[in-house]
């Protein structure tokens, strides 16, 4: 009776079990006539912490928010002979970097085969410096920082001093939302002629995607590394990477936002040539278009190709009172770009799963 009359002031009080515990000494009765009462204890203290946990309890624990904050950040700048631009650049870098809260960020400067210093340039303001032996193009150089990037996000950033680096606060609030940022010059800061050419471009990819796109070719740009890493085989070499990079996440299922900013007039030779890579441009979004929604470009030529065919049938009719072989050509023609639309629409379907697959694993 007594060791019972003990062992309910134990598990009423739980402190006379600590000193005797403390102490060494073990209440009157069986050895492990204690361990029940202790075990019960336990219990009724996890199931209190629980029930807190759970909001149950007085005490609450707030839910973890829900806003996607970037950490780890690294800048890539392309560069090729810009030793003009380079330094007041990367100073101008480095004062914003200090101010933007990254946990840990790094500067990489991919050199595509400079013939003057601005690889040591780069290296003395304290970026990582990647070489190219020879110029491979724009496009390459990028591909090769983003491979090298070992942060979570990629700010794309041109060497020639255009963007100003201050727009990247802004970048970094829409970041919370968009899987890629573009800095949009909305159509200005270039020449009437390339200007022209930009908002032709991004007309037509807008169609092709099915999303307004302000700025198609602009370099600047902010995006998940993750992502950047796996499309960086769709890349092309030369200047065309924007409209490659920004139709491919559109077509892609990512969310893409758009932030304006006032371009900055360049010191020296610009190195996009116009006519060269503007009909470059146009073939890349022709083949983004195939790769990623065929149907946008089969289906309305395939549509033309049969109207043609009717009405060549309904002239021939009216005229000579019979069916050409010219409508029966084109008509034909018609039905075939029509299933060889539907035939790429299932390729490039298979091609997203394939993509979603590599992210899962």
Known sequence: MAA???????????????????????????????????????KVVASRTSGELRGEGSATIPAP??????????VV????????????????????????PLERCEVIVVDDGSTDDTAALASAHGARVVSHAESLGNGAAVKRGIREAR?????????????????????????????????????????????????????????VS??????????FRLLRADVAKDLVWLLPNTFSYPTTITMSMLRGGWSVG?????????????????FADGSRFFMIILRIATMFAPLRVFLPVSLAT?????????????????????????????TLLFALGLIAEQVAALRFQNLARDEQR
């Not at 019972?4 to 000494?25: C, K, T």
């Not at 932030?259 to 007039?265: D, E, K, T, Y």
């Not at 060549?312 to 018609?334: E, H, K, P």
């Open 210 to 219: 099915g999303r307004h796109i302000p700025d198609l070719t602009s370099g």
């Open 258 to 274: 758009f932030h304006p900013f006032q371009v900055r007039q360049r010191r020296g030779k610009s190195h996009v040539r116009l």
């Open 306 to 334: 049969a109207a043609a065919g009717v009405a060549w049938y309904a002239y021939t009719w009216w005229t000579t009172g019979r069916f050409t072989n010219m409508a029966v050509m084109l008509l034909s023609q018609a």
């Open 65 to 74: 928010a829900s806003r996607r904050r970037v950490r780890h950040l690294s």
């Open 77 to 100: 700048m392309p560069a090729r002979n810009e030793t003009l631009n380079l330094p007041a650049l990367l100073a101008e870098l480095d004062g914003v970097l200090r101010e933007v």
């Open 151 to 207: 942060g979570e996000w990629i700010l794309l950033l041109d060497a020639d001093g255009q963007h100003p680096p201050g727009e990247l606060r802004a970048m970094l609030d829409l970041a919370e939302r968009y899987d890629m940022v573009v800095g949009s010059r909305g159509g200005t800061g270039g020449s009437l002629h390339r200007n022209l050419a930009n908002r032709i471009y991004s007309r037509f990819a807008s169609y």
């Open 4 to 42: 019972q009359l003990q062992q309910a002031e134990l598990v009423s009080d739980p402190v006379p079990l600590a000193r005797l515990m403390a102490s060494g000494e073990r209440p009157g009765g069986a050895a492990g006539a204690v361990l029940a009462p202790a075990e019960r204890l336990v």
